[in-house]
């Protein structure tokens, strides 16, 4: 089993849905998570951190659910500049970067 | 401006032949680390440098060479030993190591085999 694993894309979208990306993770011991956003062939940015509460950024939500180790993300009202891979990252209590294969966004018109 | 370079953009390699990577940062970052993305799948670690002067294999390592004699500089090297080298190479720069929230990525390689 991999240690992160990520919705398979790519999503489909019109504008203006709302689209939730899912990742689970198999350690339980796990420190921190974050969502990473990748344009094709470009560098990977830090789109959020999760945090357990849960935590909003304009129309992104991530969410986190330690019990069941998952990990959400959620776009609200989807523009045509999403369109991106989405990378789920896991820290694990090593400290190292565990990064999922990423789900591929595309928003049509 | 502060930031992580990496040259060249596209590189290509002959069968047998060994290539460098250039990874450099202006960032006075202490920790660097090379980053493996194939189609289709997430990152995989193959170096990573705490220090200068230090640095430990990650999860891929086999075929591939580093060194950290500046604090700027983390150059990686593909051997003749990697037998699928093609793939996107990411260098990576932060502060603390592993530090997530303040991972600075450079730009890429794209390497591939003539």
Redesign the interface.
């Known amino acids: 089993r991999k240690e992160?694993e990520q919705d398979p894309g790519p999503f489909n979208v019109p504008e203006g849905a709302t689209v939730a990306f899912n990742c689970t993770y198999s350690n339980s011991a796990s420190q921190?998570f974050?969502w990473y956003r990748q344009d094709c062939?470009?560098?990977?940015?830090?789109l959020m951190?999760v945090y357990s509460s849960g935590n909003e950024d304009g129309r992104f939500t991530a969410q986190l659910n330690r019990a069941s180790q998952y990990i959400s993300l959620l776009i609200r009202d989807s523009k045509l500049s999403d369109s991106a891979t989405y990378?789920c990252?896991v820290?694990n209590q090593g400290?190292?970067?565990?990064?999922?294969?990423?789900t591929e966004l595309s928003v049509k018109p | 401006d502060g930031g992580i370079t990496q040259s060249p953009k596209y590189l290509f390699r002959k069968e047998g032949q060994n290539v460098t990577l250039s990874c450099e940062q202006n960032l006075n970052h202490d920790a660097m680390y090379w980053y493996r993305q194939d189609p289709g799948q997430g990152l995989r670690l193959i170096y990573y440098s705490q220090i200068v002067n230090d640095f430990q294999k990650g999860d891929i390592a086999e075929g591939y060479s580093v060194s950290r004699e500046k604090k700027e500089s983390f150059p990686l090297t593909v051997t003749s030993a990697q037998k699928n080298p093609t793939a996107f190479y990411l260098c990576a720069s932060s502060m603390v190591s592993w530090d997530s929230e303040k991972l600075f990525f450079g730009s890429g390689t794209q390497l591939s085999v003539l």
Do not use: M, T, W
């Open positions: 992160v921190s974050f062939r470009k560098e990977p940015k830090l951190s990378l990252v820290k400290g190292k970067l565990i990064f999922g294969q990423g």
